[in-house]
């Protein structure tokens, strides 16, 4: 079992940036879908990105997240990162990383999952 470790959530205001990353301590990402997904309270969970295995040429992106949000993997440092740009009250909320051998049309269903990482966004 692949167990996810996230990290770099935070408080920031309107505007600002966050990084956030994912690993495995005893596990290799390389050759596993990753994928983002968010909860914010009183809200379903929510796809935010998937990066495709290896090289990671495919990503996709949430329509409330696209041009903001930016998905990478670091295969050599065995890392996921979220790159969030032009933070918005509304992205206020847990955001989990999460990994498959598959494609998932809902990422909701990945195989494993990490803890979450806390994003709080002031206005």
Same mark, same amino acid.
């Given at each position: ?13 309107? &505007? ?5 990353? +994912? ?5 290799? %990402?390389?050759? @596993?879908?990753? @994928?983002? =997904?968010?909860?914010?309270? &009183?809200?379903?969970?929510?796809? *935010?990105? #998937? ?9 996709? @992106? ?7 949000? #930016?998905?990478?993997? !670091? /295969? *050599?440092? /065995?890392? =996921?990162? %979220? !790159?969030? !740009?032009? %933070?918005?009250?509304? !992205?206020?909320?847990?955001?989990? +990383? ?5 494609? %998932? /049309? ?9 803890? &979450? #990482? ?6």
């Amino acid at each position: 079992q692949v167990q996810l470790v996230e990290s770099g959530g935070g408080l920031v205001q309107a &505007g600002g940036s966050l990084r956030l990353s +994912c690993t495995a301590s005893e596990s290799s %990402l390389t050759s @596993y879908w990753m @994928y983002w =997904v968010r909860h914010a309270p &009183g809200k379903s969970r929510e796809w *935010v990105s #998937t990066i495709s295995p290896g090289p990671g040429s495919i990503k996709r @992106y949430g329509d409330s997240v696209k041009g903001r949000f #930016t998905i990478s993997r !670091d /295969n *050599v440092k /065995n890392m =996921v990162y %979220l !790159d969030i !740009d032009a %933070l918005r009250p509304d !992205d206020t909320g847990t955001y989990y +990383c999460a990994g498959d051998s598959k494609f %998932l /049309n809902f990422p909701e269903d990945s195989s494993f999952w990490g803890q &979450g #990482t806390l994003v709080r966004v002031s206005s």
